[in-house]
């Protein structure tokens, strides 16, 4: 099921980040298609992996984001879509 402008469908709630071996912190959005793409497959919760043939993601649920102070490096806002 795709959304209505083509992209794959987004299970992660609003706010969800993801932050790699490096450190880097980026939202879906930001994170690349592979990320987008198997965050549109499943569902993650806080500490899952979601390994890509670029990364390895460990995945921040929107309280653990909000309670931490997270922001995404690219668009510096806390996990928007
Ligand atoms: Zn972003």
Same mark, same amino acid.
């Given at each position: ?18 932050i790699n071996q490096g450190g880097?912190? @980026?939202? @879906? @959005?930001? +994170? +690349? ?6 965050? +549109? ?10 390994? @890509? ?25 806390? +996990?928007?879509?």
């Amino acid at each position: 099921m795709a959304t209505p402008d083509g992209r794959p469908p987004d299970l992660q709630p609003a706010g969800t980040l993801y932050i790699n071996q490096g450190g880097r912190v @980026t939202c @879906t @959005t930001h +994170g +690349g298609g592979y990320l987008q793409a198997a965050a +549109g497959q499943q569902r993650y919760v806080d500490g899952d992996h979601i390994t @890509t043939p670029l990364d390895d993601w460990e995945v921040f649920s929107p309280e653990v984001v909000a309670e931490d102070g997270l922001e995404c490096e690219t668009c510096a806002r806390g +996990g928007h879509r």
